[in-house]
């Protein structure tokens, strides 16, 4: 590696310096991008009904969850 020059080999290589940094002192499998927590997900007992609901409309669950949460105060 060019004299451990980061910058050079990164370049050479056309990687980012933090992946040639990566190769040398640790693991250099990809991290995960999937979310750690998912706020927005429906419970399980409202996701099954409503996306029922939408098969038999031919709505989008979205239009339906929000269709649903105006008449019913208490699912908000």
Known sequence: MN???????AKILGVSRQTVRRAIYGPLEDKSRKPKTCPRKLSSELEKPISQEAKRTGFKNTYVF????SENAELK
């Open 3 to 9: 004299n451990k020059n980061l910058s050079k080999t």
């Open 66 to 69: 929000h269709f649903i949460c």
